[in-house]
């Protein structure tokens, strides 16, 4: 469902304020990639996500890859609108290299 907009959408990202906060809710007990598209759903803007060496997201026991969840960002239902993404890096330089290229994408 679209939400209507009242604001001026066409500015530098650096000319409003987004509220975030440290820890999304439940990123560190994800379970499924259903905790994140619920969260879009509901219009998040900011998302924290902690990835693990393997990409994996959550916690290092999760089976949620980080590709899938970058796949669920691009979906166009999402949201017109940036979505800013704070990773929480626990992963070797070559997971994060990896991050890279899927980012670039």
Known sequence: ENVRCYQDMNQPITHYWINSCHDSPGDHFALSLEYYSEAFKRGIKCLEVSIWDGMFVGSESS???????????????????????????????????????????
């Open 63 to 105: 089976n949620i890859n980080f590709s899938d969840v970058i796949k669920l960002i691009k979906k166009p239902w999402i949201s017109p609108f940036p979505l800013v993404l704070c990773l929480q890096l626990s992963c070797g330089i070559e997971t994060q290299k990896a991050l890279a290229d899927l980012i670039k994408e």
